[in-house]
């Protein structure tokens, strides 16, 4: 099994365990919305622009929300479940594309009930994530409004953020170093080192995509 695959079937059981009107982590989303959102994501791509590019937004929202409307929330997840659209004709692409995107999103529903705990996860895919932050972290720190360290435990070192000027060292391992770029600075299990004002300026910052 895939870890692209492995996370769609954890998150999925755990969204059928705990039903449709679970909170997420991704602000004014229950769980029926996220499971809308990933079937929107992978099976109307007329609709995916929205995701990224505001003026869109409008358009994505309302797909969405008929998604919810058409479909009972069982029916949803059940979507999710299986691979959509392109990610089902290539499994390789299902792999490079989703695997962060659903750990992520596993990590949303996880994070956002009282009584989760951090996952043991396997090294192989803490590879994955540290590969994914050293190619991308200066896009998802575009925003931050100091300069910033990432410092994997287990070894590696990456700077991003505005060059010069004041810096907050943030260490963790790289699952934590992801879920903190992705703008889940709140949940993310990181020890911050800085100056106090700086490092909360860093926690309150819009990172992510």
């Not at 997840?77 to 792999?95: I, M, S």
């Not at 287990?154 to 260490?171: C, H, N, Q, S």
């Amino acid at each position: 099994m895939t870890h692209a695959r492995g996370e769609r079937t954890a998150l999925c059981d755990l969204l059928d365990r705990i039903g449709p009107d679970a909170p997420t982590l991704c602000a004014g989303w229950s769980t029926y919305d996220l499971a809308a959102h990933l079937v929107l994501r992978e099976r109307r791509p007329d609709a995916m622009g929205g995701i990224a590019l505001r003026p869109l937004a409008g358009y994505t929202a309302s797909v969405q929300n008929a998604l919810k409307a058409r479909h009972p929330y069982p029916e949803l997840v059940a979507k999710v479940r299986e691979p959509g659209g392109v990610f089902r004709l290539v499994k390789a692409l299902d792999q490079a594309v989703n695997t962060i995107e659903l750990f992520v999103h596993h990590e949303d529903v996880r994070r956002a009930q009282p009584s989760w705990e951090p996952r043991e996860l396997p090294a192989e895919l803490e590879e994955v994530f540290w590969k994914r932050l050293s190619s991308g972290a200066r896009l998802m720190l575009r925003r931050a409004p100091v300069g910033v360290v990432l410092h994997r435990l287990g070894g590696g070192v990456l700077l991003a953020g505005p060059r010069g000027g004041p810096k907050v060292e943030v260490t963790g391992r790289a699952g934590e170093l992801l879920m903190f770029c992705f703008g889940r600075q709140a949940h993310a299990t990181v020890e911050l080192t800085g100056t106090p004002e700086n490092a909360e300026r860093l926690r309150e910052a819009p990172l992510g995509m």
